[in-house]
T-cell receptor, first 115, second 108 residues
Framework: DAGVIQSPRHEVTEMGQEVTLRCKPI?????LFWYRQTMMRGLELLIY????????DSGMPEDRFSAKMPNASFSTLKIQPSEPRDSAVYFC?????????????FGSGTRLTVV | GQQVMQIPQYQHVQEGEDFTTYCNSS?????IQWYKQRPGGHPVFLIQ?????EVKKQKRLTFQFGEAKKNSSLHITATQTTDVGTYFC????????FGTGTSLTVIP
């Protein structure tokens, strides 16, 4: 298995632009998580899905952020409009059984810079 | 949700010295997981502890779960430069909550 695949690896965009981050989870994993990592706030859970259904989006910072999972093999995190404070590394992770016993498998992340 | 606190936040050691990071929770944890993130990398799952007082070893790494299941520790014996990175504990809720992490620097 290729693991969790995220794209792009790096994204530099201007303030106000729309940004879309993509994730392909490991086949057979029924949980998918989006995290944001910054020096100040550490690893923050933004949203997670179970069987393609959003379960908890309480970590999504504001309405500018949205996430979708149209099928078991694909998810997107969209920021519109982007702001400099959104600059961070965004990780997607997947797991079976909500991670219990097996842990989360993280993708390599997308480093987002908003200028 | 449940939160886990980690100490220390940073640790610098000479190569060959031991290293320990501690994870504490105000509530009883059903289980706890540990992850390692190399600089510029992504978190990688190391292990899960479930039983009270459980001790597990992975080569030079020793993981412990407290008797009360409110704390855990990761101990590395004779650190090597390959141990550099940030070590996170993660406690369960609807999903796992990651601690603040301990950043380990190993000085050759």
């Amino acid at each position: 298995d290729a693991g969790v695949i995220q794209s792009p690896r790096h994204e530099v965009t201007e303030m106000g632009q729309e940004v879309t981050l993509r994730c392909k989870p490991i086949s057979g994993h029924d949980y998918l998580f989006w995290y944001r990592q910054t020096m100040m706030r550490g690893l923050e859970l933004l949203i997670y899905f179970n069987n393609n259904v959003p379960i908890d989006d309480s970590g999504m910072p504001e309405d500018r952020f949205s996430a979708k999972m149209p099928n078991a093999s694909f998810s997107t995190l969209k920021i519109q409009p982007s702001e400099p404070r959104d600059s961070a590394v965004y990780f997607c992770a997947s797991s079976g059984h909500a991670g219990a016993g097996y842990g989360y498998t993280f993708g390599s992340g997308t480093r987002l810079t908003v200028v | 949700g449940q939160q886990v606190m980690q100490i220390p936040q940073y640790q610098h050691v000479q190569e060959g010295e031991d290293f320990t990071t501690y994870c504490n929770s105000s509530t009883t944890l059903s289980n706890i997981q540990w992850y390692k993130q190399r600089p510029g990398g992504h978190p990688v799952f190391l292990i899960q502890l479930v039983k009270s007082g459980e001790v597990k070893k992975q080569k030079r790494l020793t993981f412990q779960f407290g008797e009360a299941k409110k704390n855990s520790s990761l101990h590395i014996t004779a650190t090597q430069t390959t141990d550099v990175g940030t070590y996170f504990c993660a406690g369960p809720g609807n999903q796992f909550y990651f601690g603040t992490g301990t950043s380990l620097t190993v000085i050759p």
